[in-house]
């Protein structure tokens, strides 16, 4: 089996600043993305970052020049780096990865799950 343990998350004030982590474990050939997703109360679950082994990499609107997501892909980890957090960034985030779990297999989504931001003065 597969799993995803995220660490990071907390409390901070507007402005500051939280770094996410991520480490996959389990039966894995290969990853081929990685990102994190996030869902407020009452919101459906979105795209925040994401980046590929090849290390391209997308972000949210809402993030771009804020956050920034890294990968080792040696380690299988994934990290997410959050600078001048807003109120409005505050939600459960999530790890996500598509992986396959031997060479040639079909490619499988996992989640973490969820580690809670908050973002308040």
């Known amino acids: 089996q597969v799993q995803l343990v995220e660490s990071g998350g907390g409390l901070v004030q507007p402005g500051g600043s939280l770094r996410l982590s991520c480490v996959a474990s389990g039966s894995i050939y290969s990853i081929s993305f990685m990102g994190w997703y996030r869902q407020a109360p009452g919101k459906q679950r979105e795209l925040v970052a994401g980046i590929t082994s090849g290390d391209s990499t997308n972000y949210a609107d809402s993030v771009k020049g804020r956050f920034t997501i890294s990968r080792d892909n040696a380690k299988k980890t994934v990290t997410l780096q959050m600078n001048s957090l807003k109120p409005e960034d505050m939600a459960v985030y999530y790890c996500?990865?598509?992986?396959?779990?031997?060479?040639?297999?079909?490619?499988?989504?996992?989640w973490g799950q969820g580690t809670q931001v908050t973002v308040s003065s």
């Open positions: 996500n990865a598509v992986l396959e779990m031997t060479y040639g297999s079909m490619l499988r989504n996992y």
